[in-house]
C-alpha cells in the first residue's frame, strides 16, 4: 500500500520570505501523479500543484513551485514571497496512474508571520 | 456556480439518529468521492462511484450508505449516528484519474 508522510506537523515563515514544505511517498508503481492541496481555516480543500511522475520537470504555480526527486520518493513545495493569505493547513497527497484513489499525508500546519 | 456543492455545511444531532448529506457536483465529471477529515485532520478516503457504480468502499462501518441517483450526485447516509462519527466529511469530483475537486466540507457533531 502506498503511503505519504509529512515529517513537518507545523511550520512558519516571515512574511515575503521562502519556505518548504516536505513530503516523502513509499510506492512500488513506476507511473503516478502527486499532488499538493491547501486548506485553510474556512476548510475548503484547494488544488494548488500536480505534478506527473513521467515528467522530469518540476511543475510550478505562480509563487509555487516543486521540488520532485522520484528516485528519492521525494515531492516538496517551495512557496515563494510568502503572503498572509498561504497560512493553512497543506496536505500531499499520491494516485496511482490509472488509481482513483487519492492517498493524503498527516498535513503540515502553516502560519506566516506579518 | 459552485464547482461541487454539500448540503448542509453543519449538521448537529443526536446518537442513534439517522442523517444524510447531500453532494452535488457541476463539472461534467464522472467519478466522485466521499472523505472523512477527523479531528486530527487526517484525510481517508470513504467511498468512490464512477459512472454511478461503486469503486472503493474502504473498511467503513456498513451504517454508512452512500447512493448515486445519477453521475452528478454523490449523497451520504449515516444511520445509528455515533459519538466517533462527528468529522467532517468532503465530497469530491474528478474527470477519470485526474485531480479532485472538493466540496466546503459539512461539519457533523453527534452529541
Known amino acids: 500500500a502506498q503511503t505519504v508522510t509529512q515529517s513537518q506537523p507545523e511550520m512558519s515563515v516571515q512574511e515575503a520570505e521562502t519556505v518548504t514544505l516536505s513530503c516523502t511517498y513509499d510506492?512500488?508503481?513506476?507511473?503516478?501523479?502527486l499532488f499538493w492541496y491547501k486548506q485553510p481555516p474556512s476548510r475548503q480543500m484547494i488544488l494548488v500543484i500536480r505534478?506527473?511522475?513521467?515528467?522530469?520537470q518540476n511543475a510550478t504555480e505562480n509563487r509555487f513551485s516543486v521540488n520532485f526527486q522520484k528516485a528519492a520518493k521525494s515531492f516538496s513545495l517551495k512557496i515563494s514571497d510568502s503572503q498572509l493569505g498561504d497560512a493553512a493547513m497543506y496536505f500531499c497527497a499520491y494516485a496511482g496512474a490509472g488509481s482513483y484513489q487519492l492517498t493524503f499525508g498527516k498535513g503540515t500546519k502553516l502560519s506566516v508571520i506579518p | 456556480d459552485t464547482a461541487v456543492s454539500q448540503t448542509p455545511k453543519y449538521l448537529v444531532t443526536q446518537m442513534g439518529n439517522d442523517k444524510s448529506i447531500k453532494c452535488e457536483q457541476n463539472l461534467g465529471h464522472d467519478t466522485m468521492y466521499w472523505y472523512k477529515q477527523d479531528s486530527k485532520k487526517f484525510l481517508k478516503i470513504m467511498f468512490s462511484y464512477n459512472n454511478k457504480e461503486l469503486i472503493i468502499n474502504e473498511t467503513v462501518p456498513n451504517r454508512f450508505s452512500p447512493k448515486s441517483p445519477d453521475k452528478a450526485h454523490l449523497n451520504l447516509h449515516i444511520n445509528s449516528l455515533e459519538l466517533g462519527d462527528s468529522a467532517v466529511y468532503f465530497c469530491?469530483?474528478?474527470?477519470?484519474?485526474?485531480?479532485?475537486?472538493f466540496g466546503p466540507g459539512t461539519r457533523l457533531t453527534v452529541l
Open positions: 469530491a469530483s474528478s474527470f477519470n484519474y485526474n485531480e479532485q475537486f
Open positions: 510506492t512500488s508503481e513506476s507511473d503516478y501523479y
Open positions: 505534478q506527473e511522475a513521467y515528467k522530469q
